[in-house]
């Protein structure tokens, strides 16, 4: 048991690691479709571990991209141009009629 604990702490990541890791894209510019599908992730409000997943980019590197995005003053701009093209969600199978 002592020796499983030794093993599983020395590969243990810690919060900083999982925030940096890695991924296909990460250090890349950022191109006009990665800033849209940003923009529009934020707008329905996907938590920052699903969009740096999918935009394939670090945890960080995403949340110094909305930071940055915002400061400019960009993001809502961004967002009002993802609003206006996004395609109208279909209603949920499961809810109940109005």
Known sequence: MALLQIYEGHN???ETDIEDQLDLNS???WSEM???DLANSVRVG????????FLCRSRREVR????ELDRSGE????IEEAA???????PDADALPE
Not at 46 to 53: D, G, R, S
Not at 75 to 78: E, F, N, V, W
């Open 46 to 53: 996907t938590a920052i571990e699903e969009i740096a997943m």
């Open 75 to 78: 993001l809502m701009r961004r």
């Open 64 to 67: 110094e991209k909305i930071a």
């Open 34 to 36: 990665d800033l849209f």
């Open 84 to 90: 206006a093209n996004a395609l109208p969600e279909e």
């Open 27 to 29: 250090g890349k510019e």
């Open 12 to 14: 243990a990541l810690t």
